[in-house]
């Protein structure tokens, strides 16, 4: 793999600063950042990692997520996690 930039760093040295800023306000895929976008703003709280764990499975219940395509080790997951919302949502009401 080539990672030489084929950016010309010399012609973007030299360009002032504000001919980037006309460019990105012009940009429609680039919205400035106002009040009201500060106001919608919510913090994304990164995922928690994840933890390598032997499992044993029974064979067609393996079989069957694998079947799935990729992801299926994510999807597994993500059945686990439904199962223990419910059941935490469960607790609390009793």
């Known amino acids: 793999m080539n990672n030489t930039s084929k950016t010309d760093w ?11 800023a006309r460019d990105a306000i012009a940009d429609p895929d ?9 106001s919608r703003a919510r913090q994304v709280q ?7 764990v ?10 069957w997520f694998k079947q799935q395509g990729k992801g299926y ?3 597994i997951n993500a059945v686990l ?5 419910v059941q935490e949502k469960e607790q609390q009401t009793q």
């Open 10 to 20: 010399d012609r973007v040295d030299a360009r002032p600063d504000h001919e980037f």
């Open 30 to 38: 680039n919205p400035p950042i106002d009040e009201e976008f500060l």
């Open 46 to 52: 990164p995922p928690q990692p994840k933890r390598q």
């Open 54 to 63: 032997t499992l044993q499975l029974d064979s067609d219940v393996l079989e």
């Open 73 to 75: 080790q994510t999807m």
């Open 81 to 85: 996690r439904a199962y223990k919302d």
